[in-house]
C-alpha cells in the first residue's frame, strides 16, 4: 500500500463515453501527476499539479481532462477517446524531493 | 536532450546476482532511481542515489553510478522468484520543474527457479 489510491482499477469505454479516472493521496504530498502507461513504451507523463495548480502538460489531446480540486484528489476526464489511448494510466504524488509515489493504475480499454 | 536507455529483457536463475544497466544523457541529473514494477500494479520506489556518490547499498540492493559514463546500475544480490518484476531506471534533471522524472523503458527481469 503506497499511500496513493486509484478507481477504478479497470474501465472498458466506448469512444463516445464520458468517464473519469480518480487519485486520492493522504501522504500530504504537494504535488500530483498522470502517467500513461502503454505496452513498450517509456512512461508518458501528461500532467503535472503542484500546489493545485497545473503546472505541465505535455501536449496531451484535448480529450483528457485533468482536474485537481485539492491537493489531496486528482481527477482525470475522459471523453471520445480512441482505442490507442488504451493503456495503464497512473496517478503519483510527491513531496516535492523526487521521489513519486504510485497509485496501482487505471487498466483502461477504449473499444 | 533527455533520453535514459535500458534493456528490455533479463533472465537469471534463483540465487544467482542481476545486474540491471541503465544509461542516462542528462549530465546534470541531481538524483537517480530504480522503481520496481510488479504485475497489475504501479511503480514503487527501490532506491535512489545522489549525483555526488558512486555507489549506494541497501541490503541485497546495491547502486554503481559511474558519472563519466553516465551509466546506472542495479545489482540485486541471491536473486529470488519474488524478485521477478520490470524494473525503471529514472532521472531528475537538475533544472527540474514540478519533480519532473525521465523514466527509461523498463527492464523485464525474469527469475527461473
Known amino acids: 500500500e503506497t499511500g496513493v489510491t486509484q478507481t477504478p482499477r479497470h474501465l472498458v469505454m466506448g469512444m463516445t463515453n464520458k468517464k473519469s479516472l480518480k487519485c486520492e493521496q493522504h501522504?500530504?504530498?504537494?504535488?500530483m501527476y498522470w502517467y500513461k502507461q502503454s505496452a513498450k513504451k517509456p512512461l508518458e507523463l501528461m500532467f503535472v499539479?503542484?500546489?493545485?495548480?497545473?503546472?505541465e502538460n505535455n501536449s496531451v489531446p484535448s480529450r483528457f481532462s485533468p482536474e485537481c480540486p485539492n491537493s489531496s484528489h486528482l481527477f482525470l476526464h475522459l471523453h471520445t477517446l480512441q482505442p490507442e489511448d488504451s493503456a495503464l494510466y497512473l496517478c503519483a504524488s510527491s513531496g516535492g524531493d523526487g521521489k513519486l509515489f504510485f497509485g496501482s493504475g487505471t487498466q483502461l480499454s477504449v473499444l | 536532450g533527455e533520453d535514459v536507455e535500458q534493456s528490455l529483457f533479463l533472465s537469471v536463475r534463483e540465487g544467482d546476482s542481476s545486474v540491471i544497466n541503465c544509461t542516462y544523457t542528462d549530465s546534470s541529473s541531481t538524483y537517480l532511481y530504480w522503481y520496481k514494477q510488479e504485475p497489475g500494479a504501479g511503480l514503487q520506489l527501490l532506491t535512489y542515489?545522489?549525483?555526488?556518490?558512486d555507489m549506494k547499498q541497501d541490503q541485497r540492493l546495491t547502486v554503481l553510478l559511474n558519472k563519466k559514463d553516465k551509466h546506472l546500475s542495479l545489482r540485486i544480490a541471491d536473486t529470488q522468484t519474488g524478485d521477478s518484476a520490470i524494473y525503471f531506471c529514472a532521472e531528475i534533471p537538475a533544472y527540474n520543474q514540478g519533480g519532473k522524472l525521465i523514466f527509461g523503458q523498463g527492464t523485464e527481469l525474469s527469475v527461473k527457479p
Open positions: 501522504l500530504g504530498h504537494n504535488a
Open positions: 542515489i545522489f549525483s555526488n556518490m
Open positions: 499539479y503542484s500546489l493545485e495548480e497545473r503546472v
